[in-house]
């Protein structure tokens, strides 16, 4: 299986150009399954454009048009979800101009610089998917940082885990996430894990990327802070 991990600059608040970028990255690579980090339509984070129902139906329908140009490809893209009166941190997985399945971000961080439970809903149960024949565990940023997301979908069949990050830089950040990947990689059997992360920057937020397969013990990552594409063979 060939996963492409699409390690972009999203702009806070670019709907638009953000997701011209995904529909011309979904063109040009060709891989079973092509990852984007978390919250890739809004950008992370647009703080309170979240709470405009404008900002966020235009998300949605961004996600539509993503979905439209997908054909014959599968893709996990993040996007802030509306869903009655609720909005969710989300994973939509995408195959062959379907939405194959949506998967809701657990651990909400609200701590330092971050502040989602002003904006979002949790939801606790783990989803995982059957995508090009392997069963696939998918999560959001914080979620890996914890135990119980991963071993649960382990523990449910999944081969792979696939988590996608907006995940900001502080001394010591980029080897303190591969001590929990591999921790999460270890304690689950060996179990193939994708991290994508983002690059750029946000309101003096930067995102480091360092985007990563954690395989067989070994780590096998993207550059650091700036935009790469890079497809693995899981």
Known sequence: MKILL??????????????DKLISTVKKFKADILVFPELSISGYIPNDLLLKKSFLDENMKALMKIISECSNKTAIVGFAEKSGNKVYNSAAVIHNKAL???????????????????????????????????????????????EE????????????IIN?????????????????????????????IIYVNQVGAQDGIIFYG??????????????????????VNV
């Open 6 to 19: 699409a390690q972009i600059n999203p702009i806070a608040g670019d709907i638009n150009g953000n997701t």
């Open 100 to 146: 194959l399945g949506i998967y809701r971000k657990q651990r909400l961080p609200n701590y330092s610089i971050f502040d989602e439970k002003r904006w979002f809903c949790s939801q606790e149960y783990p989803r995982i998917f059957d995508l090009v024949g392997k069963r696939i565990g998918i999560n959001i940023c914080e979620d890996i940082w914890f």
């Open 210 to 231: 360092h985007s990563m397969l954690v395989k067989g013990g070994k780590i096998i990552s993207c550059r650091d802070f700036e935009e790469d594409f890079f497809v």
């Open 149 to 160: 997301p991963t071993v649960f979908q382990v523990r449910e069949g999944c081969e792979i």
């Open 164 to 192: 996608i990050s907006a995940s900001p830089y502080s001394e010591g950040k980029i080897e303190k996430i591969e001590s929990v990947i591999m921790q999460r990689h270890k304690e689950n059997n060996k179990i193939p």
